[in-house]
């Protein structure tokens, strides 16, 4: 299975910095098509530009977020049918900062997972837990809830094509990053979980780490054997940087 290696960019960069973006990067990641998989998540106003800037090159755009309902009104919000119309092919649902910050739950990321697969945008669902919930020993028992009740609902055979992201929030943006042993632990987890659900086909869905993600980490984080790529948050944001983590997934 190829590595998935996707920049999240959160509310970062601007619309207008997109093309410079693409013109740095793209050049240090033409050899990678067919070896890695490549992925960008840009902020909404910078997905027109995006689509447009990675059109007929090995990287692909995906959104941050988006509304479960397809249309009406929720002032402010994003639909599934919006983005797909923009030619925006992934989407990140259940990133901690939408559980965490916004106050999103188990059940509403289910609904924009369903909605995500009824569309045909190729969703990637975060779990991970606290820094608290780690100390406390829960951090299993917190991947198993958020696994059964925003994951596995969606049904086996959507299972099988949604691509799962393991974000311990203690590693997010705070420069720790769990080590490839402390992740591949959790990752082991996820997968068991899958396997239980899905049997033998868990073994074709993508876990990524992330968390810290950098150059210098990236590499040995990508040989466990249970961690199928990154979803990388500051350091995507500098193309030279995740131009080398894209290179240490190939
Ligand atoms: P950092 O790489 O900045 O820690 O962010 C990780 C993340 O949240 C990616 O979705």
């Given at each position: 299975m190829k590595n998935l290696i996707a920049g999240n960019w959160k509310m970062n960069l601007l619309p207008g910095g997109v093309a410079g973006y693409a013109e740095r990067f793209l050049?240090?990641?033409?050899?990678?098509?067919?070896?890695?998989?490549?992925?960008?998540?840009?902020?909404?106003?910078?997905?027109?530009?995006?689509?447009e800037a990675f059109r007929n090159t090995p990287v692909a755009v995906g959104a941050q977020n988006m509304h479960q309902e397809l249309s009406g009104a929720h002032t402010g919000e994003v639909s599934g049918t919006m983005l797909h119309d923009l030619g925006v092919g992934w989407v990140i649902l259940g990133h901690s900062e939408r559980r965490h910050i916004y106050g999103e739950t188990d059940a509403l990321i289910l609904a924009k997972?369903?909605?995500?697969?009824?569309?045909?945008?190729?969703?990637?669902?975060?779990?991970?837990?606290?820094l608290e919930e780690r100390e406390r020993g829960e951090t299993e028992q917190v991947l198993r809830r958020q696994f059964a009740?925003?994951?596995?609902?969606?049904?086996?055979?959507?299972?099988?094509?949604?691509t799962v992201a393991y974000e311990p929030v203690w590693a997010i943006g705070t420069g720790k990053t769990a080590t490839p042993?402390?992740?591949?632990?959790?990752?082991?987890?996820?997968?068991?979980?899958?396997?239980?659900?899905?049997?033998?086909?868990?073994?074709?869905?993508?876990?990524?780490?992330g968390g810290s993600v950098k150059p210098e980490n990236a590499a040995e984080l990508l040989a466990q054997p249970d961690i199928n790529g990154a979803l990388v948050g500051g350091a995507s944001l500098d193309p030279d940087a995740f131009a080398a983590i894209a290179r240490a997934g190939a």
């Open positions: 050049p240090q990641v033409r050899d990678l098509a067919g070896v890695v998989d490549l992925l960008v998540c840009p902020n909404f106003p910078a997905l027109a530009p995006a689509v997972l369903k909605r995500a697969h009824e569309l045909g945008l190729r969703p990637i669902v975060c779990v991970g837990e606290l009740e925003s994951l596995a609902g969606v049904g086996s055979e959507l299972l099988e094509k949604t042993e402390t992740a591949q632990e959790a990752h082991r987890l996820l997968r068991n979980q899958l396997e239980e659900k899905i049997g033998t086909a868990a073994k074709g869905i993508r876990i990524l780490y």
